[in-house]
């Protein structure tokens, strides 16, 4: 599978609910990402968390990373319609690489109101 | 201040043509990325620019595929004779600095490629 796989592939909610989605990958990281993207353009940069820490918050978002099952979680609480999107995971590899942003093929978040 | 920009956002172009993309980075951005995303894919790196130098091309699907940047600001994504595998959306991305130690990258709106 991919580095930075996301899953499940899609996910339908009712507004109000929250939402989880998963995040694997491989190979060692310094840093992983998430970002959502509407309607397959640009994306959006939502939350950073570093490979030293272990969860982070930001706004009605939160981030957890497991460096030693190599998996990260996004939990999106409240939700709104509004927040119906694709939502990727992206890492960049620890040592000469790092500039390189590795995606999964994302996953597909439908909140209906 | 003005983020990313792409253009055009939409492309057409008949197979075998040439077409080239253009990204406008944030200015004072020294890092400059292209990636590509097909239809239900993620993003796929193709090259990135620190400065205007690109220091790793590996990502260029083929020789078909080239990119420069000028001043160490516009980059422009030229692909030649173009194939209908072609037709995706190709994402520009700039940073402060090479890698994600000098911040996130910040993405452009991307320009849609078809090739009928």
């Known amino acids: 599978s991919q580095q930075g796989e996301e899953d499940p592939q899609a996910l339908s909610i009712q507004e109000g609910e929250n939402a989880t989605m998963n995040c694997s990958y491989k190979t060692s990281i310094n840093n992983l990402q998430w970002y959502r993207q509407n309607s397959g353009r640009g994306l959006v940069h939502l939350i950073l968390i570093r490979s030293n820490e272990r969860e982070k918050h930001s706004g009605r978002l939160r981030v957890t990373l497991d460096t030693s099952k190599k998996s990260s979680s996004l939990l999106i609480t409240a939700s709104r319609a509004a927040d119906t999107a694709s939502y990727f995971c992206a890492t960049d590899a620890s040592g000469g690489s790092n500039y390189k942003l590795t995606f999964g093929k994302g996953t597909l978040l439908t909140v209906n109101p | 201040g003005a983020g990313v920009s792409q253009s055009p956002s939409n492309k057409v172009t008949e197979k075998g043509k040439d077409v080239e993309l253009r990204c406008d980075p944030i200015?004072?951005?020294?890092?400059l990325y292209w990636y590509r995303q097909s239809l239900g894919q993620g993003l796929e790196f193709l090259i990135y620019f620190q400065g205007n130098s690109a220091p790793d091309k590996s990502g260029l699907p083929s020789d078909r595929f080239s990119a420069e940047r000028t001043g160490g600001s516009v980059s422009t994504l030229t692909i030649q004779r173009t194939q209908q595998e072609d037709s995706a959306v190709y994402l520009c991305?700039?940073?402060?600095?090479?890698?994600?130690?000098?911040?996130?990258?910040?993405f452009g709106p991307g320009t849609r490629l078809t090739v009928t």
């Open positions: 991305a700039s940073s402060l600095a090479l890698g994600l130690a000098g911040g996130r990258q910040y």
């Open positions: 200015s004072g951005h020294t890092a």
